[in-house]
């Protein structure tokens, strides 16, 4: 009745009496694609973009369980769904790009969406920069100076560009072990002159106009990890996640103090396994939980992140950390709202869910991109080389000799070969810190084993930037490789199919495959 109803309404150009019929029918049938269908195109004519993409992909989600072959299903269905999903990304990612030289567009069923070029570049121009939407860093004190897990993955032959197990040189949560704390919240480093102690004289040419603020840590849990560079940093982190996370608010109920507090038995599960995913689903989690707070449905507050979901990743351990988080947060989500105890209510239960961890958890695995800013070494290296290159076009040997000097007491060979000798030294790979982020377009670019554009991180902080590696026109899809790209094609190819679910059809692919 309310599916024909709901038909009629809609032809008649009654969309929102249609939606009110489809969502009954979905309440009353959740179980039944036709019901999704009837609210989808509904919303789709309301052009609630996102919603309607929602229900559309569950009524072909359903339509695919009910029919096993493809020849049965309804092609309707999944017309309206790619119809819904071009919408929403072009509406979405419009306000996201804007400014930008670039488009994230729908390209097909099969590639989903992907980053255009709107004008030309050469090699080596910066195509665009990013701050990541979620990000946080590595654990201290696991392996010593330059050793880190595998960068991809969980394992050294996976590829998936992923740091969930990366810790790297003692100094990842903000413990001052080695003289290096880095900020919760943008991943600056902070280097003491302990830090340095090891090329003498050092620090006082980086910091030749004098130290660095010494940051502050979270004045209510006042943890190592709770770091922070700035009170801006300090501010932004509590706003966003950490007020819900903060183990300086004790959960309601109490417990035998902090050590009990879920979000440190949590840490310390996830040092424990050596895997950050959890930490950063918690703060996922708890963002959603400050949008709905500040007037957002938790549907809208959850999409900047349900858009890198892509298939569920169990992982040893996930239900007791999801339970972890699931209980504090609904504890602090109730005291805050005068609940007593009651929980979340039914639009955010629907969002903090075990099968939500374990799909972040896959994103995680498969799009997040591994963060490793530069340190302040780093970047009066590059000043340095900078200042010496513009010195040589002004005939300016004093400026030339300031390089000369710093290649010396980095303990280089101050020759052509000393700046690539010292960026690639165990002294300076021993300051660069590791994490893990997800960013909303430089997560949307698809793959290629042929790739026009690669994704590094440069900057003292978290920030992103996609640089060009050829000659692009605008039009064209930009493209990294999920897998190294100088593996014979079988094997890229096996890894791609493995880890990405998905047979690689690029162009390189393809004319190796005619040989």
């Known amino acids: 009745l309310y599916s024909n109803r709901s038909a009629c309404h809609f032809n008649v150009g009654k969309f929102e009496a249609a939606r009110a019929d489809g969502e009954a029918c979905v309440r009353l049938a959740p179980q039944w694609a036709k019901g999704f269908?009837?609210?989808?195109?509904?919303?789709?004519?309301?052009?609630?973009?996102?919603?309607?993409?929602?229900?559309?992909?569950?009524?072909?989600?359903?339509?695919?369980?009910?029919?096993?072959?493809?020849?049965?299903?309804?092609?309707?269905?999944?017309?309206?769904?790619?119809?819904?999903?071009?919408?929403?990304?072009?509406?979405?990612?419009?306000?996201?790009?804007?400014?930008?030289?670039?488009?994230?567009?729908?390209?097909s069923p099969r590639r989903g969406k992907g980053v255009i070029a709107t004008q030309a570049f050469s090699y080596g121009q910066v195509v665009w920069e990013e701050y990541p939407a979620v990000s946080l860093h590595g654990f201290a004190g696991r392996g010593g100076a330059g050793a880190c897990a595998?960068?991809?993955?969980?394992?050294?032959?996976?590829?998936?560009?992923?740091?969930?197990?990366c810790n790297r040189n003692g100094h990842g949560d903000g413990e001052d072990v080695t003289g290096i704390r880095t900020c919760s919240q943008c991943m600056l480093s902070h280097l003491s002159s302990a830090a340095l102690s090891a090329r003498p004289g050092i620090f006082d040419v980086v910091y030749e106009n004098g130290p660095t603020p010494q940051g502050v840590v979270c004045g209510r849990c006042e943890r190592p990890e709770e770091w922070y560079c700035s009170e801006t940093c300090r501010e932004a982190a509590w706003l966003a996640h950490h007020r819900w996370l903060c183990a300086g608010v004790l959960t309601v109920g109490g417990g035998d103090g902090p050590r009990s507090h879920p979000m440190v038995q949590l840490r310390t599960l996830c040092q424990t396994s050596g895997r950050i995913n959890p930490l950063m689903i918690a703060r996922i989690f708890a963002t959603v939980l400050s949008g709905v707070e500040g007037g957002e449905r938790a549907s809208d507050a959850y999409r900047p992140f349900s858009n890198f979901e892509a298939n569920e990743e169990p992982a040893a351990g996930d239900e007791a950390a999801f339970d972890l988080i699931h209980q504090h947060l609904s504890l602090r989500w109730s005291s805050a709202n005068g609940l007593e105890g009651h929980g979340f209510q039914a639009e955010l239960a629907a969002i903090i869910t075990l099968r939500n961890f374990r799909l972040l958890n896959g994103a995680f695995l498969r799009n997040a991109q591994e963060i490793n800013p530069i340190s302040a070494v780093h970047s009066k290296l590059d000043l340095r080389v900078a200042q010496s290159e513009d010195s040589a076009r002004h005939a300016d040997q004093e400026t030339s000799t300031e390089l000369t000097k710093f290649l010396t007491l980095l303990q280089v060979t101050a020759d052509d070969g000393g700046v690539q000798e010292a960026r690639g030294s165990e002294f300076?790979?021993?300051?660069?810190?590791?994490?893990?982020?997800?960013?909303?377009?430089?997560?949307?670019?698809?793959?290629?084993?042929?790739?026009?554009?690669?994704?590094?991180?440069?900057?003292?902080?978290?920030?992103?930037?996609?640089?060009?590696?050829?000659?692009?026109?605008?039009?064209?899809e930009l493209c990294i490789s999920y897998v190294d790209e100088a593996l014979p094609g079988a094997q890229r190819r096996a890894a791609l199919r493995k880890f990405y679910h998905f047979d690689c059809t690029c162009e390189r692919c393809v004319a190796e495959s005619c040989r």
Do not use: W
């Not at 072909?60 to 769904?81: I, K």
């Not at 793959?447 to 978290?462: D, E, G």
């Open 37 to 107: 269908f009837r609210l989808g195109k509904a919303l789709l004519c309301l052009e609630r973009f996102a919603d309607a993409m929602d229900a559309l992909r569950e009524c072909v989600s359903l339509d695919a369980a009910e029919h096993a072959t493809a020849q049965r299903r309804n092609a309707e269905y999944a017309a309206s769904a790619r119809l819904a999903e071009s919408s929403f990304i072009d509406g979405y990612f419009a306000g996201l790009t804007e400014g930008l030289p670039i488009a994230v567009k729908y390209i």
């Open 150 to 165: 595998p960068a991809r993955g969980e394992s050294d032959t996976d590829p998936r560009h992923s740091s969930d197990s």
């Open 428 to 476: 300076l790979q021993g300051l660069t810190v590791t994490g893990s982020g997800l960013f909303e377009i430089g997560n949307s670019m698809n793959h290629s084993c042929q790739p026009n554009v690669v994704s590094m991180t440069r900057h003292l902080n978290h920030k992103l930037s996609v640089v060009a590696i050829r000659a692009i026109e605008p039009g064209d």
